[in-house]
Each structure stands twice: as structure tokens, then as C-alpha cells.
């Protein structure tokens, strides 16, 4: 009768997935890993809200720039209504292309700023470029007709008098001029970040560093059984 080779209950010493004998299994640390990818979310997060906001507030330099620059539209009246005088003029579209190039000059701008801020990119600073330059714009359309000349035709008409010429408020035509910005800002920042970003290290997978150092394996024991 022969004796069994391993004894019950005990792995094989030929086992090749069982640890080195003498060998420490690394520490693994699922719980500190999590914390660590909390806190770059959250950063990111934070980093993206201020992109959010002050490319916002930029919109009042936007709004600013188009009343300032934007051709005028001259209006006269007379004593029943107001009329346009140039009745072929350009002017109107004139102030949306005027609209149309801040916005991408500003789109430049803040997709560059937004880069040197965070150059690892990341979805919340995309969001935050995207949404932060939608509101830009906007507000740049609002504010634009805050500093520019009043919107109450009447009361503007009436001040200047019956035959005097002056400026209509300030409009935009083409409300899709509003997507400028962002589309400018979210291509330059991702342009920026796919040549020039910081790249994540790829992970390498050891086995060494997963089970330890192994340390020194003695000779194979031998078969003491007998028959």
C-alpha cells in the first residue's frame, strides 16, 4: 500500500498558483485607493466650478465689447411712428457677426485659460468650459443691451424729437450665435489637452509586487512513502 503523496486537507507543494513559502502578500488598500480617486473627483469638481464661473462673469466684458463695437442701426421718426433709415442697410447683421467674433476670440481664451488651470483635463472642467461659456454668452447678449442704447423706442423717439436720427436698441438676429463660445471654448480646451495634457501613467502589473518578495525555495520535497 502506498502513502498518499500530500496529506489531507494540505495544498500540493507544486501548486503554481499558491504563494512562495516565506513569501508576504502585499498590503491592499481598496478603502485608501477610493479616498484617493474621491478626493481627484472632487478636486476636478472644484476646478470646474470656478471655470464655470468666471467664464460666466466674462460675459459682461462680451456684452460690453458688442455695445461698443457693434455698428449701430439708425433709426428717424416722425410724428405717427419710427421708421428705419437705411431700409438696405446692414447694420443688423453686422452686429451679429460682431457677436459671432468676440464670441470665438473669447471661446479662445477661456479654452486656453482653462487648460493652464488644469492640464490633466477631466468631464467637470469640460462641463464646467461648456456650461460656464453657454452663460457667458447669454449674459454677454443681455448685457449687450443693457450698455447699449435704450430699448424703449418710444420714449427714445420722443427725447430726440420728430426727424432726428438715432440708434435702435441693440438685437441679436441669430440666437444660434449664442453656441460660439462654447463650441470654441470646449475645441480649444480639448485640442490643447489631446497634444499637450498630462498623461496618466499606465499601470503595470507585477506579480512580485502582488504576492511579495519570494524568498529562497529549498529543494522539492522528496517521496517518503513506501509500499
Excluded at 28 to 54: H, M, Q
Amino acid at each position: 500500500m502506498t502513502a498518499p503523496l500530500t496529506p489531507p486537507h494540505q495544498p500540493s507543494p507544486h501548486d503554481p498558483w499558491q504563494t512562495p513559502e516565506g513569501a508576504t502578500e502585499a498590503p491592499y488598500a481598496p478603502a485608501d485607493d477610493a479616498s484617493e480617486r474621491s478626493a481627484e473627483l472632487a478636486a476636478d469638481i472644484r476646478k470646474g466650478l470656478v471655470v464655470l464661473v468666471v467664464t460666466a462673469v466674462a460675459g459682461l466684458l462680451l456684452g460690453a465689447l458688442w455695445a461698443w463695437l457693434a455698428p449701430k442701426v439708425p433709426l428717424i421718426s416722425t410724428d405717427k411712428a419710427v421708421f428705419l433709415k437705411d431700409t438696405e442697410g446692414e447694420e443688423a447683421a453686422g452686429a451679429d457677426g460682431v457677436f459671432v467674433l468676440l464670441s470665438l476670440g473669447l471661446g479662445l481664451l477661456t479654452g486656453l485659460g482653462a487648460f493652464l488651470l488644469h492640464r490633466r483635463g477631466g468631464v467637470p472642467v469640460v462641463l464646467g468650459i461648456a456650461l460656464g461659456a453657454l452663460m457667458g454668452a447669454w449674459l454677454g447678449w443681455m448685457a449687450g443691451g443693457w450698455f447699449g442704447p435704450t430699448a424703449d423706442v418710444v420714449a427714445h423717439a420722443k427725447a430726440a424729437g420728430a426727424g432726428a436720427v438715432f440708434d435702435a436698441p441693440l438685437k441679436l438676429g441669430a440666437k444660434g450665435a449664442l453656441l460660439a463660445w462654447p463650441f470654441a471654448a470646449v475645441l480649444v480646451h480639448l485640442g490643447l489637452t489631446a497634444v499637450w495634457g498630462v498623461r496618466d501613467p499606465e499601470p503595470e502589473f507585477e506579480w512580485g509586487a502582488y504576492y511579495g518578495a519570494p524568498s529562497q525555495a529549498g529543494p522539492a520535497p522528496q517521496d517518503t512513502g513506501s509500499a
